[in-house]
């Protein structure tokens, strides 16, 4: 992963283009319920949940293998388990969201899911500027630097 | 050219504000923000039009593409306060130059889009010629931005460019 350009820019690649669809319908969702264009279906705009979990899949196959590409880097630095925090409970909410709302368009908006909406946007916001700074704020890059 | 881009980037500030030690991820972070925004809203239109997730009126949907265009906006600010900081490392690299290009493309066929297809649409009259044309556009639509987020990748990644553009 490391040595190999190829493999380490197209996991790179992969990981920005699945964040863009996560982080995207993400923050559709979240406006939707928010209040944003009320008289599109939440129900409906559900359906793009599919595309969204195969995104999801994809941040963590590719994530997994830029952690193998330098897991120091990552491993030592506080900010990479914020980003998987606020990745793993904005996944959840994003289930929450999706069983609430799939196929029932009987179902109103009620305050807590208004209330998951915010959480959702503030936690994909901290889940891209983490993610970000990853590349700044590291102090090791590889462990050999301890042998 | 870069002369004058770097002048204009010291004299609003934004080059101070750049090489702070945090200016330069925020603004990537807002960059990225903006992108996510096409994305879920130009992207998810466009899946729409090709055929996903047939059950939602793509008038409706296509009410979401103002916020789609807000997230343009903020790449284009953020964008220009890159390029004007290092001119030299985007002016000549291939990868923005591809990125620019897809860009271009993008807004050709969006401009080809309302000018043909966004009246059907809007009205919801799907003649089948509106529907192969409209099909053609969001693939175009949603390739070019993809082609935009890996240029974007390449960027930084070939930084600087050059050791290995033919043309630079």
């Known amino acids: 992963m490391r040595e190999s350009g ?22 559709t969702v979240a406006l939707r319920l928010i209040g944003f264009v009320p008289r599109l279906e939440i129900s409906a705009l559900s359906r793009f949940y599919v595309i969204h979990w195969y995104a999801a899949a994809a941040i963590f196959i590719s994530g997994a293998a830029l952690l193998l590409a330098y897991p120091a880097k990552a491993l030592t630095n506080p900010l990479f388990y914020v980003k998987l925090c606020a990745v793993v409970i904005g996944l959840l909410i994003s289930k929450r969201i ?3 709302f799939s196929n029932k368009p009987e179902v109103l908006i009620d305050s807590v899911s208004i209330k998951l909406a915010y959480l959702s946007i503030a936690l994909w916001l901290i889940t891209l500027t983490a993610g970000r700074f990853l590349a700044y704020t590291y102090n090791t890059l590889l462990a050999s630097r301890f042998y | 050219m870069i002369d004058f881009l770097l002048s204009f980037s010291q004299a609003t500030g934004i080059y ?3 090489n702070s030690p945090w200016g330069w991820p925020v603004v990537e972070s807002v960059h990225f923000f903006g992108l996510c925004l096409l994305i879920g809203t130009v992207g998810l239109f466009d899946l729409r039009m090709l055929g996903f997730a047939s059950e939602i009126s793509l008038s409706e949907l296509h009410r ?25 490392q985007y ?3 291939p990868a923005v130059q591809s990125k620019l290009f897809f860009m271009l493309i993008a807004g050709i066929n969006m401009m080809f889009f309302y000018a043909t297809t966004a009246v059907n649409i809007k009205s919801e009259t799907y003649t089948s010629q509106a529907i192969v044309r409209a ?31 033919l043309w630079c």
């Open chain 2, 64 to 88: 979401l593409v103002p916020i789609g265009v807000g997230g343009y906006l903020l790449n284009v600010v953020t964008g220009t306060m890159f390029l004007s900081t290092a001119p030299d």
């Open chain 2, 16 to 18: 101070a504000f750049m």
């Open chain 2, 91 to 93: 002016l000549y690299n």
């Open chain 2, 135 to 165: 099909k053609f556009m969001a693939g175009i639509s949603l390739v070019c931005w993809c082609a935009v987020i890996v240029c974007g990748r390449l960027i930084t990644y070939y930084r600087p460019p050059y050791h290995w553009c």
């Open chain 1, 6 to 27: 190829v493999a380490f820019f197209s996991s790179l690649t992969l990981h920005s283009l699945a964040m863009a669809f996560v982080v995207g319908i993400n923050f």
């Open chain 1, 98 to 100: 999706q069983n609430t």
